[in-house]
Structure formats: structure tokens, C-alpha cells
């Protein structure tokens, strides 16, 4: 007999224990925690960014883009309209804009970097205009050619703009900014040779030594002279067209960080002497 209730002793202490229920819940809030932090944490979706800066003399940038002999008709609805062409169109949202707003003229973008370029072309997708078009390009290299392209086309080229360029406020880079002599010469030829009634160049940017070097650019012309009326400070007093850039409505606003002064814009328009 005592050798048997040692042994049903022996038995009872080994058996697992039945756990009350405060235990249990202890147990699976325990074991969820474990769950958790050795559960891979989920992945962030990535957004490409776009690059701000691009050197328009790198190799592959001064190649020149690829166009078929008949872009220009195919690009438009009507391709005879006057032609507006934004030199540095970025996202698209001003010739997208622009072009739902105002019909009768078509509206043509020039973009290098081919991430911002994209980015316009979804934007007019979506805004089913058939009066707007975005070409992925270094104007430096193909502008000459494009003009051309559009004059044989039967377009009159209204205007040439450059709005809120890279300024590239490195003295070393300042050979990478937009308006050069060969752009300045490209345009004004084709200006004088439009069939437009007056057509014209804008120019504008919200930082001050930017902008002078594009104006004096244009001033070194003989074949343009500067149209006004001008403000106090010289600069062209308001923006002849009807839509400003989003980046123009930001400087407006105060919120360009890199502006010479903040709320102000530095324009100045040119038309064939």
C-alpha cells in the first residue's frame, strides 16, 4: 500500500497541469507578442523620384531625339493652329492647362528629363485634349529642327517660352542654363520667319541674375527687340498669357525657396525687330 501511493504520487507530479484561465490568456497574448516582432515588417512601396538637376551637355543628352517625318501632324488634331512652344515644360501642367483652356492654338512641351516627361504625358491622357503634345528632348540639340518640323507642318509659330528654368547658380554650371547663343539664335530665326502677326519670346524666372543672362542673351540680338510695358525695376510688368506655370503660382505665393525675392517674378517678352 505505501509503495503505491508513492507511486500515484510520483505520476500526479509528473501529468501536466491544467492552466486556469487567467494563465491561458497570458499565455496567447505571449506567444501573439512572439508572433509579432518575428513577423518580416511589410515593404514600403517605393516612389521614384525625379531628378531636379540633369546636365544637358552629358553624352547622352546631346543626342538628338528620334522623330518621324510626319510627328508633327500626327501629334495635333490641327496641326495648323498657332503654335505655342514651352522650352523646359518639367511636369506638363502649364501646357496641359494652357491647352484645355484655350483651344485654338496648339501647345507644345520640351522636356529632358524623360521621368518628367512621362509624368506630362499621363497628365494628358487624362485631360483628353487634342490640342497638346510633349516631345522627351534637349531643346539645345533638337529646337532647330522641331521649328522647322512645325513650320512645314503648316503651324505659325506664335511663341517661344522659357518660364522658371533651371538657374544652375554654380558658376561652373552656368554653361548647362538653357538659354544659350545657339537657342537665342534658333528662335530669333525662327520668329522672323513665322507667319504669325506678332510672334514673340518669353522669358521669365524668379531668380534674378538667371534671368537678367537670359535677358541680355536676347538683347545681344539684332533681329529682336524688347517689348514692354515695363515696372519700375525694368522687368516686363505682367505675364502675357493667361495660364502662370505652377511653379510661378508658388513664387507668387512666397514659397520659392530659391528665389531672389520671394513673390516676385523677372520677365521680359521679345518680337522680331
Known sequence: MVLLLAALRTTAALAPQRLVAPQRRGLVRLLSTANVQDAPAPKRKRVKRIRQHINPLASKQVQPAVLADDWFAAAFADPGKPLIVDVGSALGGWVVESAADDGGRNWLGLEIRPAAHDVAVGRLAKAD?????????????????????????GAPLERVCVQFPDPHFKKKHHKRRVVTPELRATIAAALAASTFVSPSAYLVSDVLEAATAMRDEFRGDATLVEVGPWNAGGWLEASPLAVPTERERCVLAGKGETSTAPGTAFRALFTPN
Open 129 to 153: 485634349v487634342g490640342n497638346a503634345h510633349f516631345l522627351q528632348c534637349n531643346a539645345n540639340v533638337d529646337l532647330a529642327r522641331i521649328l522647322a518640323d512645325a513650320a512645314a507642318a
